[in-house]
């Protein structure tokens, strides 16, 4: 099978999320399309402004009868950091004859030498990278090939303009949220009064 797995905090998941996982997928002819969302964060020490175990509910809620996008709490059930190396070495052990690519946005990119054990990650799968407004196509060359050389496709996707940072602040100032994110996700972020 050709398996797309995007990893992230999804603190919380939103529409934007969900159109690159789409893209990449459509473009990519991928059978399924991995949401993982990480337990611990590396990059955030201070970990999700949201439990794990909410933002998997969430992310589930959010691709509930999509016949593509998938959650996996792969990371979550894991203990310690996320690392997107261990992630994938776990998804190719449990599917030695699945193609693996990575999904990320091409600001990801910039930072990707930086992560832990990143030859092992292209080793394990292709980089799918969408390109984000201020990567044009020249830098995304240039990024792509200092990155992983020849093992970078790259999804054209229209910018959407939506971060996980927004919905929290929208929320906070008590502002609608209905069109950043998917209306299950809406409805665990905002639980009925009633109930």
Known sequence: M????MGGSFDPPHDGHLALARAAAAQLHLDRVLLVPAAQPPHKPGGSTIPAERRMAMVSAAVHGDAVLEASS???DRPGPSYTADTL???AADGPDDELWFILGADQLEGFRDWSRPGRIV???????????GAGDPAM????GAV????VDVIDMPEVPISSTEVRER??????????VPAPVAALLHPDPAS
């Open 2 to 5: 050709r398996i797309g797995v």
């Open 74 to 76: 792969v990371e979550i």
């Open 89 to 91: 070495e776990r998804l």
């Open 123 to 133: 080793e394990l799968a292709r980089l799918a990278v969408a390109s984000r407004p």
């Open 141 to 144: 060359d240039f990024l792509a």
């Open 148 to 151: 992983a050389a020849g093992r």
């Open 171 to 180: 929320l906070a100032r008590g502002e609608d949220i209905s069109h950043l």
